[in-house]
């Protein structure tokens, strides 16, 4: 099992931009498929971005064209460049890792082995 620890996470107002970054450790980083999750208060976890080791990336209609996910295979490292942001991405963001590099369901939290402890982000309006 891979540990993933978020960092990046902070206040900012509505149209700025934040970079999150996770690091993991604990097993090999290629081959992971590598995402981001966020969950609002009172609200269930939601998928934000994904991107399997050989490239291919899949976003969530709600932040398409504003955020953009990366991953440095020799760092170990992933991360979500969040620009115009909007106070409706106010949440808890969550890095997450899949052992599985052709799974199917990227986009459901259940399909992931592994999960940080998340980091802050507050959008202002």
């Known amino acids: 099992q891979v540990q993933l620890v978020e960092s990046g996470g902070g206040l900012v107002q509505a149209g700025d931009s934040l970079r999150l970054s996770c690091a993991a450790s604990g097993r090999t980083f290629s081959g992971l498929t590598m995402a981001w999750f966020r969950q609002a208060p009172g609200k269930e976890r939601a998928f934000v971005a994904a991107?399997?080791?050989?490239?291919?990336?899949y976003y969530a209609d709600s932040v398409k064209g504003r955020f953009t996910i990366s991953r440095d295979d020799a760092k170990n490292m992933v991360y979500l460049q969040m620009n115009s942001l909007k106070p409706e991405d106010t949440a808890v963001y969550y890095c997450?890792?899949?052992?599985?590099?052709?799974?199917?369901?990227?986009?459901?939290?259940?399909?992931?082995?592994?999960w940080g402890q998340g980091t802050q982000v507050t959008v202002s309006s």
């Open positions: 997450e890792a899949d052992a599985n590099p052709t799974a199917i369901n990227y986009y459901r939290h259940s399909e992931y082995d592994s």
């Open positions: 991107q399997r080791w050989i490239g291919t990336k």
